[in-house]
């Protein structure tokens, strides 16, 4: 692991991607770009992203309700 300079987290290098995580979040996906587009005023990307791996801290477990794949509380 490499501190992250002035932010006292540490970087922790992920399996299936480049960028780094953080350590201390408890939370964590690995995705790539599976479409990129504009937006209708060309200002900003939208992005979505096809979720290769989850990193959830054991006491992430059971706090979340799942969802289904429209985003839907299941």
Sequence with gaps: MINLPGSGQWEVAERLVCPPRVAECPLQLEARAAAVQS????????????VLTVHAAPETAGTVEPLDGLGNRG
């Excluded at 209708?40 to 096809?50: D, L, N, T």
């Design 39 to 50: 937006d209708i005023a060309g200002e900003f990307h939208i992005v979505e992203a096809q």
